[in-house]
């Protein structure tokens, strides 16, 4: 089992909200990720979780905040998004920091 | 830091036999994977590399040189369905914080597969 799932599918946000995107996986993998997708383009790295604990911050702005509460549980809190962050947002998780690592199905948000 | 180049796009009959090369420069090297990406949707994982040679699953090949810093991914009888966007990504051998190895992508190939 490979599964990664991520919520909601979609998204539509204004520019100050606040709304927050979930990732779960139950592979008891225990590093995790968050990548921007834009159309065309590769995935860029966001955020890496490794045994919890945030290994890797891409120089991602601050209005996009990860959290892991536990090891297989991932969120992605936004707030006063840009119109330009509208992108397709992917979790992925890896059995250990250096495994494959596993892409749920993503989130399509669309910043208005 | 990491590149990896790829061609943009490939076209091939149903059928036949394509082969998209990725070559990469990296400061730490400790896998080449192949992923496929369908419009609309996510990456799946199709094969991984960490040691010079052939791995063969199914209908999908990855080769692996490195030294000369070259993989490829081959795909045999195509199908309609095949038509997808493939990435090849290096995972970089660079220890960071807690533990972790980034995945850094190429540019993806995008493959039209035609009757």
């Known amino acids: 089992d490979t599964e990664v799932t991520q919520t909601p599918k979609h998204l539509v946000m204004g520019m100050t909200n606040k709304k927050s995107l979930k990732c779960e996986q139950h592979m008891g993998h225990r590093a995790m990720y968050w990548y921007k997708q834009k159309a065309k383009k590769p995935p860029e790295l966001m955020f890496v979780?490794?045994?919890?604990?945030?290994?890797i911050n891409e120089s991602v702005p601050s209005r996009f905040s990860p959290e892991c509460p536990n090891s297989s549980l991932l969120n992605l809190h936004l707030h006063a998004l840009q119109p330009e962050d509208s992108a397709l947002y992917l979790c992925?998780?890896?059995?250990?920091?250096?495994?494959?690592?596993?892409f749920g199905p993503g989130t399509r948000l669309l910043v208005l | 830091g990491q590149s990896l180049e790829q061609p943009s796009e490939v076209t091939a009959v149903e059928g036949a036999i394509v082969q998209i090369n990725c070559t990469y420069q990296?400061?730490?090297?400790?896998?080449l994977s192949w992923y496929q990406q369908h419009d609309g949707g996510a990456p799946t994982f199709l094969s991984y590399?960490?040691?010079?040679g052939l791995e063969e699953t199914g209908r999908f090949s990855s080769f692996l040189s490195r030294s000369d810093s070259y993989g490829y991914l081959l795909l045999q009888e195509l199908q309609m369905k095949d038509s997808a966007s493939y990435f090849c990504?290096?995972?970089?051998?660079?220890?960071?914080?807690?533990?972790?190895?980034?995945?850094?992508f190429g540019k993806g190939t995008k493959l039209s597969v035609i009757p």
């Open positions: 590399n960490a040691l010079d």
């Open positions: 990296t400061s730490g090297f400790y896998g």
């Open positions: 990504a290096v995972s970089d051998g660079s220890y960071s914080g807690a533990g972790s190895y980034q995945l850094t």
């Open positions: 979780y490794s045994y919890e604990k945030l290994s």
């Open positions: 992925a998780s890896s059995r250990e920091p250096r495994g494959t690592q596993y």
